[in-house]
């Protein structure tokens, strides 16, 4: 989920994601104007069959926002 400031302006939800995705992109759809700032939010769910611990783990690489145009 993405917010700016306390407005949320994009979710992606329910993505069942598995194994690397090093080059997974989501966007804000509509190009918003900040007002606030941003604010990233990632809720993670392991399956219950995951063979060891190790299975059971995240790593957050970076996440980045690229903003478009000047204001005026």
């Known amino acids: 989920i ?3 400031g306390e407005e949320r302006i994009a979710e992606h939800m ?8 090093l080059d997974s992109r989501f966007d804000v759809p509509g ?4 007002k ?9 769910q392991f399956s219950s069959d995951a063979p060891d611990v190790r299975s059971m783990q995240i790593e957050i690489i ?10 005026d």
């Open 14 to 21: 329910d993505l069942n994601m598995e194994g690397d995705h």
């Open 31 to 34: 190009a918003p104007e900040v």
């Open 62 to 71: 970076g996440a980045g926002i690229e903003f478009n145009g000047l204001p």
């Open 36 to 44: 606030q700032g941003i604010n990233i939010t990632v809720g993670v």
């Open 2 to 4: 993405v917010y700016d």
